[in-house]
C-alpha cells in the first residue's frame, strides 16, 4: 500500500483536526490585523500583500522542522462595496493597483491559511470608518449587515445533521434522526429570504457552500442558495465532514453580473493538458510548487506581466481555472461573510468564523417576525458540555485517593 493510501485524512484522525484548528487560528488573527489596516485611502493592493506576508510569517511559525506542506489557501482578498466575489488587484494594472477604500464603504475581506492540505477560510464584512458618524453604523448599513448575521446563524443550523442534538440516550437519538429527512436545498434558500427580506434586502443569486476536503476547498457536495436557472446543489452536510459556509447579502436584487476587472485568482484543476508555450508551462510548474490546488493571485507568482500572458494558454486548456469578479447587477452595497465548519457527533464547530457583532450598535426599526425562523435561530449549534460529567471524575477520582488512603490505613493497622 502507499503511503497516501494508509493517511487517514478524516476528522476519525485527531491530527486532522488540530490541523485545520491551527490553520484556523493563524487566519483568524491575520483577519483581524488586515481589519485594522482598512482605512480611508488605504490601498487595496498593499492591504492584500500586507495581508499575505503575514500569512506566510505566521504559517511559517508552526510544525517547524517537519516535511509537511503549509502556506495560504486562499490569498488576502479585499472586495470594494459593490463586488460579490474577491477581489485583489495586479501592481502591473496601474489603474486598478491604484484603488484605495472610500469612507463608509461595505468591505469584505476574505483569505485563508493551510497546514497540510487542510485549508481553514473566513470572510469578514466591515464598514470602513468615518468621522461623521461616530463609528456606529447608519439604518441602511445596520440592515445589511444585520440580515447577513442572522441569515449565517441560520443557515449554520440548518447545516448541523437532523436529529444530532437531540436529548436522550444514544438508542433515542437514533429514532429521530433516522425519522427527519435532512432539509432540502430549496427550503434553505426559502428560510433565507425570509430572514433577508425582513431587512429589506436580498440573498445573493448563486451563493455557495462547499465541502472541504484534504488539498481540495470545493469538494464533491456543494449547497447554492438561490441559484440561477439550470445551477443546482448536491448533497447534504454529514457527521465528520467540514464545509465552507458562506452567506452573501445585497441591498439590490441579489442579481449579479459580471465585471470589466481583470480576473485574476486562479486554481489548478484535475485535468491535464498538453502546453504548448513555454511561458505556460513555465506558469503551471510554479503553481504546482507554490499552492498545489488551492486559489492564487497572479501577483503572488515570481513574473508577474509573463504570468498575465501564460495564464491564457492554462485557462484555454482547463488546467487552471479562472476566477471572474462578479459584483451586484444593480451596484448596490453587498456584504459577505465565509465560516470554515467542522460537523462532528457533538454538533457543529465553527473553525474560523466571522466575530460576532455588537448587535446594540445596530439601530433599525426592522425585525425578524417570522415563528419558524424565529424558532430555528433558538436552536444550539453543539450540545452543551456537561458539566456532570466533569464532576462525576472528579467524583470518581477523589473516590479512589479515599479507597487507596483507607486500604493504607487498614494495612497500617493490620
Known sequence: MTEASETDYSLNNPDTLTKYKTAAQISQKVLEAVKTWCEEGAK??????????????????????KKIPKGIAHPTTVSPSSFVTPYTPLTTDAEEAAVTLRSSEFVKI????????????????IVVPSSDDGGKPVEKEADLLLATYWANELLLRLMVPPGLLVQGSEEENKK??????????????????????????????????????????????????SPAEGVKGEGVPEVGEVWGVEIGVSTGSGKVKTLANRPTLHRRTTTTYGLKRPSSRQILSEVVKKFGTFPFSLRQLDDERAAKMGVLECVRGNVLRQYEVV?????????????????????????????APDLSKYKTEKKITDEEV???????????????????????SATKKTTGQAEEDSSDDA
Open 44 to 65: 487595496i493592493l498593499t492591504l492584500c500583500e500586507r495581508g499575505d506576508k503575514l500569512l506566510q510569517e505566521e504559517t511559517a511559525k508552526v510544525y517547524k522542522g
Open 110 to 125: 476574505q483569505l485563508g491559511a493551510q497546514i497540510d492540505g487542510f485549508g481553514a477560510i473566513v470572510c469578514d464584512t
Open 176 to 225: 429521530p434522526a433516522a425519522a427527519i429527512k435532512p432539509i432540502t436545498q430549496s427550503r434553505i434558500t426559502t428560510l433565507l429570504q425570509k430572514v433577508v427580506e425582513s431587512y429589506g434586502c436580498s440573498l445573493v443569486e448563486s451563493t455557495t457552500c462547499w465541502l472541504f476536503e484534504h488539498n481540495e476547498i470545493e469538494g464533491k457536495k456543494k449547497i447554492i442558495m
Open 327 to 355: 459584483g451586484d447587477k444593480d451596484g448596490e452595497p453587498v456584504a459577505r461573510v465565509f465560516s470554515t465548519v467542522a460537523l462532528t457527533k457533538n454538533g457543529l464547530s465553527r473553525l474560523t468564523a466571522p466575530p
Open 374 to 396: 424565529l424558532k430555528i435561530l433558538e436552536q444550539p449549534l453543539a450540545k452543551p458540555t456537561s458539566s456532570k460529567s466533569k464532576n462525576k471524575k472528579k467524583k470518581k
